[in-house]
């Protein structure tokens, strides 16, 4: 029968979802974890970062600029003119400056610079007038883009003229750049926060899974629920309060019912030397402690129980605390309590 009703007992210890007043009360005081994993999740992502960062940094780079102003012969009426110019973006005259007719300019006037380098040093956009275009060049060394950009420079002057019956009638350096040195992007701050963000889900996940798992006794439903056993109530760690008294009034209950009353510990059960004869005489209570994973103990003390033909009459959860216990039922302590809850 005992067996039947802790399986079924178990059965709804699973089912019945999460008492969330419960959890907050319990994590409130490990909120601590949170925070630590949250701050060292975002350390550690910094250091890898930064870690990975200087390993991949390779050399300085340079980078000058050079603004082109594109000149076209457009008139007023010629819509299909004004419709080429707007179709020439920045990836279009990037590719335009990596064609044959740019380079053969770019090549005689760097003869000792592969093609390959010139091109990949090359980076172009147009912020809004299609009529300016910035090309940027970069390089290992500040001489080196500057001698790019100046060999860029003559040869999309000259590619202009070559242009002049398409409507472009010039192309112009309208202002040129000295090189400096390419700082990498730091982003630094955003591996924190993406580091922070992964440890908090983490330790979020780490605290439901303790409080999924944990089964501390806490609460007489504890009791009731697993063993179906009658819970008396609390016995405070410091003696008076609300819950004593409601202890001390259905101990008088059980007594007037099923005559005297003797209390044994679990820990007596499981570590002791009961005297069985004694406790078969009387109506048992069994005092477990609070705040214990008893809950896997106490198979072994209904174990015991059983075996030696003795039913408890109920179960008393011993050492609570007074202040958990006042958050949990939303119970206003009164000042000797408060006073308890707050030494506790």
Known sequence: MRENGQAEGQTQYWNEGMDWKRFALRMRGRLWVLLASLLASALLAALVYLTGRALTAGAPQYRSEVLFAIR???????????AFINEYNAYTWGDVMRSDPV?????????????QELEDALDTRIASDPEFLTAGFTAESAALSEQIRDAYAGAMALFGQTMQERGLSAIEAWKTTPAVLVKPQNRTKNAMGLGALLGLLVSALWMAGYYVLDDRLLLISDLERRYRVPALGYRTKDAGG???????ENLSRL???????????????LEGKPDWDALRAAAVVLCAEWNTPCLRRLDLVFCSLQAQGIEPAGAVITGADAGFLNRYYGIRAGKKQKAEGERT
Do not use: F, W
């Open 255 to 269: 007594a007037s019912q099923k005559g005297p009353c003797r209390e044994v510990s679990a820990k007596e059960i």
């Open 103 to 115: 380079m053969q300019y770019v090549t005689e006037a760097l003869p000792g610079v592969d093609r």
């Open 242 to 248: 609300i819950y004593e008294e409601r202890l001390e």
């Open 72 to 82: 076209y012969n457009v008139q007023e009426d010629d819509e299909t003119l004004k």
